[in-house]
C-alpha cells in the first residue's frame, strides 16, 4: 500500500520561508517520479515543482527562484523548500508520486501566508 505523508505545513508571514516534507512508503521510491502540487480556494490543483528519479527539477513559473524540490533516495522522501513566500502561495499542498504508470497523492497540508 502506497503511503505519501506530507509535514510541515503551518502560518508564515510574507516574506518568510518553511520547508514541507514527504515521507514516501509501499513504492519504489527511487525509480518515481516525485512532485508537489498545491490547491487554492476556488482553485484547480496546480503543479509547483516535480524531480526525477535522478534528481532534474522542474518548476511552476510562479516559484522558479524561490521554491527548491529536493529528494532523499535513503530516506524515501521528497522536500520543498519554501523562501520568500507571499500571500498568493496560500494553498493546501500535496505530495505526488508516479510510478510504474500510477499516481498516488498525499492527504496534504495547508499551507497559509498572512501577517
Known amino acids: 500500500q502506497v503511503q505519501l505523508v506530507e509535514s510541515g505545513g503551518g502560518l508564515v508571514q510574507p516574506g518568510g520561508s518553511l520547508s514541507l516534507s514527504c515521507a514516501a512508503s509501499?513504492?519504489?521510491?527511487?525509480?518515481?517520479?516525485m512532485g508537489w502540487y498545491r490547491q487554492a480556494p476556488r482553485n484547480q490543483r496546480e503543479l509547483v515543482a516535480t524531480?526525477?528519479?535522478?534528481?532534474?527539477?522542474n518548476y511552476a513559473d510562479s516559484v522558479k527562484g524561490r521554491f527548491t524540490i529536493s529528494r532523499d533516495n535513503v530516506k524515501n522522501a521528497v522536500y520543498l523548500q519554501m523562501n520568500n513566500l507571499n500571500a498568493e502561495d496560500t494553498a493546501v499542498y500535496y505530495c505526488?508520486?508516479?510510478?510504474?504508470?500510477?499516481?498516488?497523492w498525499g492527504q496534504g497540508t495547508q499551507v497559509t501566508v498572512s501577517s
Open positions: 505526488r508520486a508516479l510510478t510504474s504508470g500510477y499516481i498516488y
Open positions: 509501499g513504492l519504489f521510491f527511487s525509480s518515481s517520479v
Open positions: 524531480i526525477t528519479s535522478g534528481g532534474s527539477a
